[in-house]
């Protein structure tokens, strides 16, 4: 089986600053990996995702991340955040074989403040 | 383009009380379908997933049931709420293949008073 751990529940950054929101997983399987976003009352949106391939994988808004296997991290970063970001995030895992069922972390709620 | 409805939007309702929340995808035919809750501070958590009518596959045994009368219809049920059903419902749907991206729908809030 797979697990998500998003060690911060919490991050608060101020506008402009870089942002990394950290995404570490489990599993005795090969995964493809996934970063949402959910703003208030609202459905998740797709950021990233790392299939295969080149490990550096770049999303919408200016967000991107890179795939570690040898740490098993997905950590998410932005060189420059808006207001706009203020939303919660969520790493997730899946299998890269057989039916696809996402595993979510707990979510990490990014606070931007000006 | 596909498109994934929920409704209502909103709900409250008495503990004892019944539930059915509808989930509908347009544009798509034989999508996977999810339920999943949210609970206050917590992540996702798959309740329930299709591949096809009339299948459904169930993730955490509890209060809540399943069905998919339809192609494109996803339907969440419960006989009696429990104050632990409140939570934020939200249905995605991914096609079939290798790999498809989950598309979640609006979500429905749930309150169980």
């Known amino acids: 089986a797979q697990s998500v751990t998003q060690l911060d529940s919490q991050v608060p950054v101020f506008e402009e600053a870089p942002v990394e929101l950290r995404c570490n997983y489990s599993?005795?399987?090969?995964?493809?990996l996934f970063w949402y976003v959910q703003y208030p009352n609202q459905g998740l949106q797709l950021l990233l995702k790392?299939?295969?391939?080149?490990?550096l994988v770049k999303g919408i808004n200016g967000f991107e991340a890179e795939f570690n296997k040898s740490q098993t991290s997905f950590h998410l970063r932005k060189p420059s955040v808006h207001i706009s970001d203020t939303a919660e995030y969520f790493c997730?895992?899946?299998?890269?074989?057989?039916?696809?069922?996402?595993?979510f972390g707990t979510g990490t709620r990014l606070l931007v403040s000006p | 383009s596909q498109t994934i409805h929920q409704w209502p939007a909103t709900l409250v309702q008495p503990v004892g009380s019944p539930l059915s929340l509808e989930c509908t995808v347009e544009?798509?035919?034989?999508?996977?379908l999810y339920w999943y809750r949210q609970a206050a501070g917590r992540g996702l958590q798959l309740l329930f997933y299709?591949?096809?009518?009339?299948?459904i596959s169930s993730e955490v045994p509890q209060n809540l049931s399943a069905s998919r009368p339809q192609d494109r219809q996803f339907i969440l049920s419960s006989k009696k709420l429990l104050l632990s059903d409140s939570g934020f419902y939200l249905c995605?749907?991914?096609?079939?293949?290798?790999?498809?991206?989950?598309?979640f729908g609006p979500g429905t809030r749930l309150t169980v008073l």
């Open positions: 995605a749907w991914t096609g079939t293949g290798p790999y498809n991206e989950q598309f």
């Open positions: 599993s005795s399987v090969s995964v493809y």
């Open positions: 790392y299939l295969s391939g080149s490990t």
């Open positions: 997730a895992v899946s299998k890269n074989t057989g039916f696809q069922k996402l595993v």
């Open positions: 544009g798509t035919s034989n999508p996977n």
């Open positions: 299709s591949v096809g009518i009339g299948q």
